[in-house]
C-alpha cells in the first residue's frame, strides 16, 4: 500500500522567505503525485500536480515542485512567500494505473509573518 | 460553472444516529468520492463510485456506506454515530475514475460537511 510522508508540520516564516515543504511516498511503481493547499475556512484546492515528463512542475501562485524519483519525493517549493499563503499544505500521491485513491499526507501548516 | 457542492454545512448528531451528507459533483464528473478529514490529518479515502458503481473502499466500518444517483450526485449514509466520527468530509469529483493515462483527472473538492458527534 502507498502512504505519504509529510515531515515538516509546522512551518513558520516571515513574509519574502523561501519556502520548501518536504513530501516523501512509498510506492515503487508509476505515481502521479498533487499538492494541495487548504487556505482557512476553505475547501481543498490543487496546487499543482505530476502524472509524467518535466519532473520539475510549475503551479498557481508561484509554487513549484520537483518529482525525484531515485528519493521518492515531491518537495514543494517557493522563492518568496507572502502572507497570504497561510494555508494547510497536503501532499498526496495515488499509483499510476488502477482506481484513482490518492492518499495524502497528514498536513502541513505553514504561518507566514507580515 | 459551480463547483462541488455539499450539504449540510455543519451538523450536530448524539451518538447512536444516523447522519445522511449529500454531495453534487462537477457538471459533467461521473465519479465522486468521500474522504474524512479529522482535525489535524490529511484526508481519508472512504468511497469512490463512478457511474453508480462503487469503484473502491477505504478502511472504514460498514457503518459507513453510499451510494450515487444518475445524475452523478451522491450520499454518503453513516449509522450508530460514534463520537470519533465527528470529523469534516470531503466531497470531491473527477471526470472519470480509472485507468492510465490519468493525466486530466484530477479531483476537485467540495467545501465539506462539519460533523459533529456529542
Known amino acids: 500500500a502507498q502512504s505519504v510522508s509529510q515531515h515538516n508540520h509546522h512551518v513558520i516564516l516571515s513574509e519574502a522567505a523561501s519556502l520548501e515543504l518536504g513530501c516523501n511516498y512509498s510506492?515503487?511503481?508509476?505515481?502521479?503525485l498533487f499538492w494541495y493547499v487548504q487556505y482557512p475556512g476553505q475547501h481543498l484546492q490543487l496546487l499543482l500536480k505530476?502524472?509524467?515528463?518535466?519532473?520539475l512542475v510549475k503551479g498557481i501562485k508561484g509554487f513549484e515542485a520537483e518529482f525525484i524519483k531515485s528519493k521518492f519525493s515531491f518537495n514543494l517549493r517557493k522563492p518568496s512567500v507572502q502572507w497570504s499563503d497561510t494555508a494547510e499544505y497536503f501532499c498526496?500521491?495515488?499509483?499510476?494505473?488502477?482506481?484513482?485513491?490518492?492518499?495524502f499526507g497528514r498536513g502541513t501548516s505553514l504561518i507566514v509573518h507580515p | 460553472d459551480a463547483g462541488v457542492t455539499q450539504s449540510p454545512t455543519h451538523l450536530i448528531k448524539t451518538r447512536g444516529q444516523h447522519v445522511t451528507l449529500r454531495c453534487s459533483p462537477i457538471?459533467?464528473?461521473?465519479?465522486v468520492s468521500w474522504y474524512q478529514q479529522v482535525l489535524g490529518q490529511g484526508p481519508q479515502f472512504i468511497f469512490q463510485?463512478?457511474?453508480?458503481?462503487?469503484?473502491g473502499r477505504g478502511n472504514f466500518p460498514d457503518r459507513f456506506s453510499a451510494r450515487q444517483f444518475p445524475n452523478y450526485s451522491s450520499e454518503l449514509n453513516v449509522n450508530a454515530l460514534l463520537l470519533g466520527d465527528s470529523a469534516l468530509y470531503l466531497c470531491?469529483?473527477?471526470?472519470?475514475?480509472?485507468?492510465?493515462?490519468?493525466?486530466?483527472?484530477?479531483?476537485?473538492f467540495g467545501e465539506g460537511s462539519w460533523l459533529t458527534v456529542v
Open positions: 498526496a500521491v495515488n499509483a499510476g494505473g488502477g482506481s484513482y485513491i490518492p492518499t
Open positions: 510506492y515503487g511503481g508509476t505515481v502521479n
Open positions: 505530476y502524472f509524467s515528463g518535466d519532473p
Open positions: 457538471s459533467g464528473h461521473k465519479s
Open positions: 470531491a469529483s473527477s471526470v472519470r475514475d480509472t485507468g492510465p493515462p490519468l493525466s486530466g483527472n484530477t479531483i476537485y
Open positions: 463510485y463512478y457511474e453508480k458503481e462503487e469503484r
